[in-house]
């Protein structure tokens, strides 16, 4: 008998590695769109036109990620997480196959919605699968592979979308994921081997109706007010009042559903909730440093797209290693008040140094900066996912996977719609105060790479560089401004002990009872 358990003992760790490494690859899948379509967005847009829509490529795809990853996780529990994960994979391909053929700005930003339905349970699937596997505490031993992907996929991303805008089109920077998601779709089915989960009631069409009119409002309100509309405006007002109905009508709904697709009862503990709003300020700062900087670098600084993403290496290094550092400690001791608190504090920091670049700011400093935005990031990045999934019941881990993933995604979608709302409003007044509103109109219509811009007359280049420094300014600022809430709520995290915290302990969480046997499911 003794002999025997060894032997199981031994090929349990192999087992969850094999099945790691699938997973692995399909977050690799998630994590590379975003990094790869930031270096190449200043080329799509000066092909397909629309400088006005550069926010939509990116709000459409986290718009219907947000929307839809909810019902992923709710659709996970109830009917096993293999086929749903499989499903979200293909549409996610789909979305991309078509965003590489898109004629005009238009086609582009539906495709990427497609894209961004199929993105939705990607994460969540990830996350919950790996929640479900593995108890937080035991986590951190396979921390190295999931900062490998992280890595590979925010230091490889921004290179390879840099290289093949130059070299092969922008179009290919969807093109890639379909060699990709293949692997993943293989690897997936060959390893993955869970439990068969039948269904218990249905799924909460009436709450994920009413949760997609919500986002979508309140994301049309960032988007729209001040530009599109005034801030007065029927229009806007219009969508603040649906966005308030359905707010209030979806938390009804979800008091009175069988199974809700957001149970509410997940957000009496205050760690899970404090790491929703800490989660949501993240994607608030990275979704828009991603998507502004290479912006600043290529139009200020004269960078090409390849140089672009190596120029964000500072920021996504750090960001690495600090989060590989910040687990590793969390697995050796089970502390992990701490890092909310300082990442919170380099996060603000690091945004407010990136808001002082202007014309004049070198690449090394721009660097450092970075370097400070991503040791925050890298402080917050896996603690506010592991604390979440560490303050519900494992009869919960779906949803709280996918409400930690949908605050996450949603203050990427607000990040992106409300600094690039600045943004293009800074650009415009300052490009009409140099050059008059006429001028500024033409000027604005011109490709924003570095070798357009070059054949630019030099007061409209000297006009437009200033101006892009001025929108990056205010869009900074901003995200220094929104990161102090995330700074204050992390003083309130209550620390926890993590389940499976050790052998000690007489009564083994639930936790911790269920991940042990987990393994075995899938030990093929």
Excluded: C
Aim: overall charge neutral; aromatic content about 8%.
């Amino acid at each position: 008998m003794t002999k025997t358990a060894e032997t199981s003992e031994e090929v349990k760790p192999r087992s969850v590695r094999v099945v790691l490494m699938a997973l692995m690859i399909a977050m690799l899948l998630a994590m590379l769109d975003n990094m790869i379509i930031g270096t190449a967005m200043p080329t799509i847009v000066g092909e397909l036109g629309g400088l006005e829509h550069l926010s939509w490529v990116v709000t459409a795809y986290t718009l219907a990620t947000a929307a839809s990853t909810p019902i992923w996780g709710k659709i996970g529990d109830m009917y096993g997480r293999k086929g749903s994960f499989l499903t979200s994979i293909v549409i996610f391909l789909i979305g991309s196959a078509l965003s590489g053929m898109a004629q005009d700005m238009g086609q582009l930003i539906g495709f990427r919605a497609i894209q961004g339905l199929g993105a939705g349970g990607l994460m969540v699937g990830v996350m919950a699968i790996i929640g479900d596997l593995i108890p937080p505490r035991e986590r951190g031993k396979y921390q190295g592979m999931m900062a490998g992907v992280m890595a590979l996929a925010m230091i490889g991303g921004p290179l390879v979308g840099g290289t093949i805008t130059d070299h092969m089109g922008w179009r290919w920077s969807f093109y890639i994921n379909l060699p990709l998601g293949a692997v993943a779709l293989a690897m997936v089915t060959a390893v993955l081997h869970l439990p068969k989960k039948k269904a218990q009631g249905q799924i909460d069409y009436l709450g994920a109706a009413l949760l997609t009119v919500a986002i979508t409002s309140t994301v049309l309100v960032t988007t729209w007010g001040g530009t599109e509309y005034a801030w007065g405006s029927v229009e806007i007002i219009g969508l603040i009042v649906v966005g308030i109905v359905s707010i209030a009508a979806f938390i009804y709904a979800e008091t009175k559903a069988a199974e809700p697709v957001m149970p509410l009862h997940i957000f009496r503990s205050r760690n899970f909730t404090l790491m929703s709003v800490i989660g949501f300020l993240v994607g608030f700062a990275m979704f828009g440093g991603v998507l502004y900087l290479p912006l600043f670098q290529q139009s200020v600084q004269g960078a090409s797209a390849t140089n672009s993403g190596l120029l964000l290496l500072p920021m996504l290094l750090s960001m690495m290693v600090v989060s590989l550092i910040a687990g590793r400690i969390t697995t050796n001791s089970g502390k992990y008040k701490i890092f909310p608190i300082i990442g919170g504090a380099l996060m603000v920091v690091g945004l407010f140094l990136l808001a002082t670049m202007d014309t004049g700011t070198s690449r090394l400093m721009s660097g450092v900066y970075m370097a400070v935005l991503g040791a925050g990031l890298g402080f917050l990045m896996q603690i506010t996912m592991l604390v979440a999934q560490n303050s519900v019941e494992m009869k919960d881990m779906g949803v709280a996977s996918s409400s930690a993933t949908l605050f996450r995604t949603l203050g990427g979608s607000f990040g992106v719609a409300l600094m690039g709302s600045l943004f293009t409003s800074q650009v415009t007044d300052t490009m009409s105060d140099r050059l008059g509103p006429q001028a500024a109109q033409a000027a604005g219509s011109a490709q924003l790479d570095a070798a357009s811009l070059a054949k630019l007359p030099e007061a409209v280049r000297d006009a437009y560089q200033h101006a892009v420094a001025a929108g990056t300014h205010s869009a900074f600022l901003l995200g220094a401004g929104i990161a102090v809430l995330g700074f204050l709520a992390a003083w309130f995290v209550k620390e926890v002990p993590l389940r499976g915290a050790g052998p000690a302990q007489g009564d083994s969480a639930p936790g911790e009872a269920q991940a042990a046997q987990a393994p075995q499911a899938i030990a093929h």
